[in-house]
Antibody, heavy 118, light 106 residues
Framework: EEQLVQSGGGVVRPGGSLRLSCEAS????????MSWVRQRPGKGLEWVAD????????SYGDSVTGRFTISRDNAKNSLYLQMDSLRVEDTAFYFC????????????WGRGTLVTVS | VVLTQSPGTLSLSPGERATLSCRVS???????LAWYQQRPGQAPRLLIY???KRPSGIPDRFSGSGAGTDFSLTISRLEPEDFAVYYC????????FGQGTTVEIK
């Protein structure tokens, strides 16, 4: 079964940092682009960042550019999101997702991890 | 690119047909539009991609159609587990999502 297991959420003060991790299993991780999508509580979905199969290409949503960094370690089947200079408006559930096309549709979702900036 | 979903809430009974709309502010190239279902407390699930393609495991009561700027998701006969929130997403340009349509039990 294709799975994405997330860790690293929690509560952080405004201006602080947090690192999210996501470990993939059940598929060949290095064959896929990956992304992070977030959902503020009770709200809709927002694309945060994406990375191609080897980490050579990344892109970010306007609201996080310059503050968040997406990375991956194919040897560890893992995806990361380093979040710096956090703001109250970054409070959301963050989903690690598989993105077969790079910036395309999402076919596998992690369960989500809550980041609270307060 | 802005996606506008309508209606905001759809109140229907099990067994009825549901039609959800997604209007896009710019032409969607290559029919790059997807639909997701999100049940309470769960992550979204892919239902439809490339406007009308169903991933394996998605029941055939779900179908997608449309072109250009107007797209729709149809659920032919609502099952109890289909009452949820549905989102459309375009990936013709930088990916964006609609605000969601809630399908609730009447």
């Amino acid at each position: 079964e294709e799975q994405l297991v997330q860790s690293g959420g929690g509560v952080v003060r405004p201006g602080g940092s947090l690192r999210l991790s996501c470990e993939a299993s059940g598929f060949t991780f290095r064959d896929y682009a990956m992304s992070w999508v977030r959902q503020r509580p009770g709200k809709g979905l927002e694309w945060v960042a994406d990375i191609n199969w080897n980490g050579g290409t990344t892109s970010y949503g306007d609201s996080v550019t310059g503050r968040f960094t997406i990375s991956r370690d194919n040897a560890k089947n893992s995806l990361y999101l380093q979040m710096d200079s956090l703001r109250v408006e970054d409070t959301a559930f963050y989903f690690c997702v598989r993105d077969p096309m790079l910036r395309g549709y999402i076919d596998v979702w992690g369960r989500g991890t809550l980041v609270t900036v307060s | 690119v802005v996606l506008t979903q309508s209606p905001g809430t759809l109140s229907l009974s099990p067994g009825e047909r549901a039609t959800l709309s997604c209007r896009v502010s710019q032409t969607v190239n290559y029919n790059y539009l997807a639909w997701y279902q999100q049940r309470p407390g769960q992550a979204p699930r892919l239902l439809i991609y490339d406007t009308s393609k169903r991933p394996s495991g998605i029941p055939d009561r779900f179908s997608g159609s449309g072109a250009g700027t107007d797209f729709s998701l149809t659920i032919s006969r609502l099952e109890p587990e289909d009452f949820a929130v549905y989102y459309c997403q375009q990936y013709s340009s930088s990916p964006t999502f609609g605000q969601g349509t809630t399908v609730e039990i009447k």
